[in-house]
């Protein structure tokens, strides 16, 4: 089973991350890669044969319709709605999904943070400022990550130092997929900035996700001028 189909089966799987994403044949082929230094050993690279993905781990798994519990995910994968108690339902797998996709491009989760309001400045740092309409609908528990009512508590909320370093090391998402991602890298990042839609109600769904030119077209695609 995969995304588009579990939410046409009004399913919402909450809990996506790469270790719940599993290749259905574990078959490949061996490619040869660069050469490490200045010695003749050769590194390969394992290419699947198949692409095919399944998911895995429905443990957290909810119906739309049923009662949503209010903290879900795995904190690197949570969407800014469910940080700020505005509910949830289908876009917040997709969230997860764009932060999957950095995760692979990088080799590294884009939020490393276990802590609400650093999360919060994260994705500020990265995608630009929260709506503001979204600081206003956030539940009292969330209230104590702002100031004056629509500004980010950040750094003057910051728990450490390390914690302001580890925010002002992130780039902008652009910035971050052109450091990884060369052929195709603008369809890329802009199918990312629809998965990373901060308002649920305009991130892209399962089925407009996979119908993106990043998926359809990826090598006609030129960057903008």
């Given at each position: 089973?995969?995304?588009?189909?579990?939410?046409?089966?009004?399913?919402?799987?909450?809990?996506?991350?790469?270790?719940?994403?599993?290749?259905?044949s574990s078959e490949y082929v061996k490619l040869p890669g660069c050469k490490r230094g200045s010695s003749d050993e050769t590194h390969f690279r394992c290419l699947p044969k198949?692409?095919?993905i399944k998911l895995i781990d429905f443990g957290s798994t909810a119906f739309d319709n049923q009662n949503h519990s209010s903290i879900v995910s795995t904190r690197h994968y949570r969407a800014p709605e469910i940080i700020l108690g505005l509910g949830w339902s289908y876009p917040c797998d997709l969230w997860s999904v764009g932060c999957i996709l950095i995760e692979l491009c990088?080799?590294?989760?884009?939020?490393?943070?276990?802590?609400?309001?650093?999360?919060?400045?994260?994705?500020?740092?990265?995608?630009?400022?929260?709506?503001?309409?979204?600081?206003?609908r956030a539940n009292r528990g969330a209230e104590k990550y702002f100031r004056r009512g629509s500004?980010?508590?950040?750094?003057?909320g910051a728990v450490s130092r390390?914690?302001?370093?580890?925010?002002?090391?992130?780039?902008?998402?652009?910035?971050?997929?052109?450091?990884?991602?060369?052929?195709?890298?603008?369809?890329?990042?802009?199918?990312?900035?629809?998965?990373?839609?901060?308002?649920?109600?305009?991130?892209?769904?399962?089925?407009?996700?996979?119908?993106?030119?990043?998926?359809?077209?990826?090598?006609?695609?030129?960057?903008?001028?």
């Open positions: 089973m995969v995304l588009p189909d579990m939410h046409d089966l009004r399913l919402i799987h909450t809990d996506l991350k790469p270790e719940n994403i599993l290749l259905v198949s692409s095919a990088t080799g590294e989760a884009l939020f490393q943070t276990h802590e609400n309001l650093e999360h919060l400045a994260m994705m500020e740092r990265v995608l630009g400022p929260l709506p503001e309409h979204m600081i206003r500004r980010l508590n950040w750094p003057e390390e914690s302001i370093r580890a925010v002002r090391k992130l780039d902008r998402l652009k910035n971050i997929v052109s450091q990884y991602v060369e052929s195709s890298r603008y369809s890329l990042a802009d199918m990312l900035e629809g998965l990373l839609k901060y308002d649920p109600s305009e991130r892209l769904t399962a089925r407009q996700a996979l119908n993106h030119p990043f998926f359809r077209f990826p090598r006609t695609l030129q960057a903008p001028s």
